[in-house]
């Protein structure tokens, strides 16, 4: 079966990409091959099913990998607010909400996809699905993939296969294992974006707590990261967006430690005045009750524990000053010993991919194989939580679409 241009993979990058390639080339075939039952499958659970579809704050500093280095080509040709006017044009309308993130305006990744899918039809773009690449071989004029579908030609094609993160949603890595055995060079993929396991788990109590706070990675004593936000804390882990962007460097973090701290904005001695002021509101309480007046009960009891206080059904009025001062380092010093990550089960994106000097970014044009597109995750870059992702998966679909 002959195309004029395949592209491998209907996901946020590969869909755009063929709808840029259709509107340039309305008579040329233009095929996606998916090897799902449907295309989009991972869009319909972004931001939380309501798909944070772009940030318009992004730039070079929301994204990490060796590819990060061209970013700027790529998103001077699609900044974010060409990716919401080319949503526009195609029937969605958009909203901003906090720190600059993009959403639909009915909340719902599934108009994303949607009107994706109807502007695909409109275009006739052909949507094979249920088809899974297993090979490309590069004939030199033409390349021939090799499907549990049969065999197609074409003479251009986009390799737009994503990652293996959130392999629930049917990604895996095995676009990216094509593309090495064509000769590119991977950056071994790593989970990002995702919950950070603390070695011995968490307090039983803590689980479902959730705390605003600072969290910081640090590599033994050095400061690697730090983000505010809303820390949230299961049996086994830490997450929360703020925690999120902190797994993103464990993968170059040989003994990481997670700091949460609780009241950020205060000094320690600041911490003790007001501890010692509490000590004498509540001096004929429980010492369990200690911290309700600033902290969510589980979480205070959680943090006396940790400060080597006990019993805890003792009165307040009995707490010594080095348990005062212990309790107020704590506040701001809560260290936990994080497990480096293997698990993509809950990434939402893996670092790592194609290496950035192996693909031109102003074209995404492979520069060892010509007429080979690669964009999406499958190139080695990732951003930060918030929209920046997705950005470059339309971006980079975008900007190979203009090139085929
Ligand atoms: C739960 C979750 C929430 C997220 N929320 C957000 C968010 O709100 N904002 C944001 O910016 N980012 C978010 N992301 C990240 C974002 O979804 C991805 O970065 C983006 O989808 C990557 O697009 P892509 O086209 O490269 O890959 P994908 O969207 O993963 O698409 C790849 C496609 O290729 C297909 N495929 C793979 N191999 C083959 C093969 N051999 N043959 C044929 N088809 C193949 C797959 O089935 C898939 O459909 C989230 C991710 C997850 C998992």
Redesign the pocket.
């Known amino acids: 079966m002959r195309k004029d241009i395949i592209i491998?993979?209907?996901?946020?990058?590969?869909i755009m990409c063929a709808i840029r390639a259709k509107e340039r080339h309305p008579n040329k075939n233009v095929a996606i091959?998916?090897?799902?039952p449907r295309?989009?499958?991972?869009?319909l659970?972004?931001?939380n099913g309501r798909?944070?579809?772009?940030n318009l704050s992004a730039d070079k500093h929301n994204y990490h990998g060796s590819f990060s280095e061209n970013i700027s080509a790529v998103l001077k040709k699609y900044p974010p607010e060409k990716i919401i006017q080319k949503f526009n044009k195609i029937g969605l309308l958009t909203k901003m909400e906090s720190d600059g993130r993009v959403y639909p305006i009915s909340n719902q990744a599934a108009s994303v996809l949607d009107v994706l899918r109807f502007r695909l039809e409109a275009l006739g773009v052909e949507v094979i699905c249920d088809?899974?690449?297993?090979n490309i071989v590069n004939n030199s004029n033409f390349f021939k993939i090799i499907?549990d579908k049969g065999n197609y030609i074409s003479e251009k094609i986009v390799v737009?296969?994503?990652?293996s993160?959130?392999p629930r949603?049917?990604?895996?890595s095995?676009?990216i294992n094509?593309l090495e055995k064509l000769g590119h060079k991977i950056e071994q993929l790593y989970p990002a974006l995702c919950p950070v396991s603390v070695k011995g788990g968490l307090p039983a109590s803590l689980k479902g707590v959730r705390a605003a706070a600072k969290v910081a990675l640090f590599d033994k004593d050095k400061l690697i990261k730090e983000e505010c936000g809303e820390v949230q804390f299961t049996d086994k882990s830490l997450s929360g967006i703020c925690v999120f962007n902190l797994a993103t460097y464990l993968r170059n973090t040989k003994s990481p430690i997670i700091r949460i701290s609780l009241l950020s904005s205060m000094s320690e001695d600041k911490i003790i005045s007001i501890l010692n002021n509490q000590k004498n509101i509540m001096k004929d309480r429980l010492c369990e009750e200690f911290l309700i007046g600033i902290f969510q009960k589980k979480l205070g009891i959680a943090l006396m524990k940790s400060a080597g206080i006990s019993p805890l059904s003792r009165k307040v009025s009995t707490l010594k000053d080095d348990e005062i001062n212990a309790l107020a380092h704590l506040i701001n010093n809560w260290d936990f010993n994080a497990e480096k990550m293997n698990d993509f089960k809950n990434?939402?994106?893996a670092s790592g991919g194609v290496v950035g000097n192996e693909i031109n970014p102003d074209t995404m044009e492979s520069r060892l194989i010509k007429n080979l597109f690669i964009?999406?995750?499958?190139v080695d870059i990732d951003?930060d939580c918030?929209?920046?992702?997705?950005?470059?998966?339309f971006s980079s679909?975008l900007v190979a679409g203009d090139n085929l």
Not at 386 to 393: C, D, E, I, T, V
């Open positions: 491998i993979g209907g996901g946020a990058s590969g091959l998916e090897k799902q295309i989009g499958r991972k869009l659970s972004t931001g798909c944070n579809l772009t088809c899974e690449v297993k499907t737009s296969t994503g990652t993160a959130s949603l049917g990604a895996d095995r676009g094509i990434a939402q994106v964009c999406g995750e499958a951003g918030g929209g920046y992702n997705l950005q470059f998966a679909g």
